[in-house]
């Protein structure tokens, strides 16, 4: 089937809350995401195969140059298909559509393959304090 990507895609707190335990590795919690993402994200992209949400991520901005992606996640029996670097390809458009001139990730290292390679991300030097 194909898969849909839609730019600030509408989406239920349910589904979402699923796919995101699912990716995450967590329990299913209860999180208001669309009160969240429209106090404090530049936008979002869902992508959904067979009217199912299989992914998703969140572009958050400063108001400025700066943009960041959260939260990006495809459901497991969705994944190695390229789903993920459609979904932050979208958001990197949106964002520089969004006269934005970086687009931030940050990422546990196992994940480098797909950030470097399959999304064209590169290396930088940064800081981090955990709270």
Known sequence: MAIKYKWRGDFDNTSLNALHAEGFGHPVARTEWRARLE?????????????????FVNVV???GAHAFIL???????CRARGIGAGL?????GEARAAKCA?????????????Y???CGFKATTAGLIVL
């Open 88 to 92: 932050v390809a979208i958001a990197a």
């Open 102 to 114: 970086w687009l931030h990730v940050d990422f546990e290292d196992h994940l480098r393959p797909f």
């Open 116 to 118: 470097f390679h399959a």
């Open 71 to 77: 939260d990006t996640v495809v459901a497991q029996h």
């Open 39 to 55: 106090r404090h994200s530049l936008g979002w992209v869902c992508a959904w195969e067979d009217g199912s949400l299989i992914g």
């Open 61 to 63: 901005s400063d108001g």
